[in-house]
């Protein structure tokens, strides 16, 4: 699960990010697991009604509404892909808002001439509900990877030389270094003159004795 995991969230990786090619232990907080476990559930939802959605607008008694359902399939998958990316906040916040479209969407075959009305207010308690717990959920991990808080780390005292810059300036200036130089052979066989490279010909060629 956690090898699919990882391959999964870097679909939503950028290019020049890091790709991960084995995981480790597991050092997710409860609330990133229970993203996990959104982003998973999603998926298993959005492919159903991908696939099979006369089964969900039959139970609802809203035959007709196949291409509408597919739709919402095919963000619930998308939601889910996000819920199992590194930024799982976002994916659990796509969840509330697609949770609001299928409340609106259920609201309106909540009607009287609606055999399937009972069916339809048992799926807007779940959905009502499953939204409270994708908005807590969102709102969890993001408190937990939030930063801000976080006092700002000062750099300026570094001047990136270990040993300060006196004792670094003039250091490359100490002569060829010998893995530097070139061997007699390559010497002979590429003597820097006037005539091969008369941009070259004030050079000197050293070469170890």
């Given at each position: 699960m956690s090898f699919l995991n990882s391959q999964l969230g870097n679909v939503t990786r950028s290019p020049g990010d890091p790709k991960v090619?084995?995981?480790?232990?597991s050092s997710l907080k409860p609330a990133d697991s229970f993203g996990r476990a959104l982003g998973w559930v999603s998926i298993g939802l959005g492919v159903t009604e991908l696939f099979a959605p006369r089964v969900l607008?039959?139970?609802?008694g809203v035959e007709g509404k196949e291409s509408l359902v597919r739709t919402y399939g095919a963000r619930e998958i998308a939601s889910g892909v996000m819920c199992l990316s590194v930024n799982n906040d976002y994916g659990a916040w796509g969840r509330v808002a697609g949770d609001m479209l299928d409340l609106a969407s259920l609201a309106a075959a909540y009607r009287e001439d609606n055999p399937k009305k009972g069916n339809v207010g048992i799926a807007i308690a779940a959905v009502a509900g499953i939204a409270i717990v994708d908005a807590i959920i969102g709102q969890t991990i993001r408190s937990l990877h939030n930063r801000k808080d976080e006092p700002v780390r000062d750099y300026s005292d570094r001047s990136g030389f270990p040993k300060g810059i006196a004792y670094s300036r003039g250091k490359a200036s100490g002569?060829?270094?010998k893995d530097y130089r070139a061997t007699p052979a390559a010497a002979a066989a590429s003597r820097t003159t006037g005539e091969t490279s008369p941009a070259s010909a004030d050079l000197l060629l050293e070469v170890p004795a």
């Open positions: 090619i084995e995981s480790g232990p607008t039959r139970w609802l002569g060829t270094p």
